[in-house]
T-cell receptor, first 114, second 116 residues
């Protein structure tokens, strides 16, 4: 089944404790992206990757890191989480950059930083 | 820069009736795509429908249709014959060719409630 998977689905952590949210897709997509969703703000892009070893900042990159060492994986790293990073996080992938390329979303990771 | 505006934080509709969810957008791109996503209470994002800026026909997918008015920069979602399972948050989103990151820019969302 074609899908985007994220782990963990739920995470409660404390300020300053480094964490990684994994994202993997099995569709051989070139483009991958991370979004965060906050009430009243919709989804906002954090980072994106056009291909292996090619990553760039989105709208809200502060406090996050990413890497793309393999085509299928795009982990999101929070080196020192803070309470304002409490949010619902989505990983997404699409075949490429074309406008009509649908972005497939993972199931989401609900993160709480105390 | 591109911006999506959804002015209806919440909408209510009776089962079996049609409902229109509003979406207006702003962009300087000549070529762009408009998407609608559904987010049920379980949280996942479900793609509903796509409209390209150069598509002459309004997009339709089953009970979903997109009322695209380019001059007015609006891309309203019409759901016909509403069902209880349509109760969810609905997001309008845009993807522009010249926009950095080829990202989707989302609106704030509209919470739709279908009443029996």
């Amino acid at each position: 089944e074609a899908q985007v998977t994220q782990n963990p689905r739920y995470l409660i952590t404390v300020t300053g404790k480094k964490l990684t949210v994994t994202c993997s897709q099995n569709m051989n997509h070139e483009y991958m992206s991370w979004y965060r969703q906050d009430p009243g703000l919709g989804l906002r892009q954090i980072y994106y990757s056009m291909n292996v070893e090619v990553t760039d900042k989105g709208d809200v990159p502060e406090g996050y890191k990413v890497s793309r060492k393999e085509k299928r994986n795009f982990p999101l790293i929070l080196e020192s989480p803070s309470p304002n990073q409490t949010s619902l996080y989505f990983c997404a992938s699409s075949l490429g950059l074309a406008i009509h390329n649908e972005q497939f979303f993972g199931p989401g990771t609900r993160l709480t930083v105390l | 820069a591109q911006k999506i505006t959804q002015t209806q934080p919440g909408m209510f509709v009776q089962e079996k009736e049609a409902v229109t969810l509003d979406c207006t957008y702003d962009t300087s791109d000549q070529s762009y795509g408009l998407f609608w996503y559904k987010q049920p209470s379980s949280g996942e994002m479900i793609f509903l429908i796509y409209q390209g800026s150069y598509d002459e026909q309004n997009a339709t997918e089953g009970r979903y249709s997109l009322n695209f008015q380019k001059a007015r920069k609006s891309a309203n979602l019409v759901i016909s014959a509403s069902q209880l399972g349509d109760s969810a948050m609905y997001f309008c989103a845009m993807r522009g060719w010249a926009t950095s990151g080829s990202r989707l820019t989302f609106g704030e969302g509209t919470q739709l409630t279908v009443n029996p």
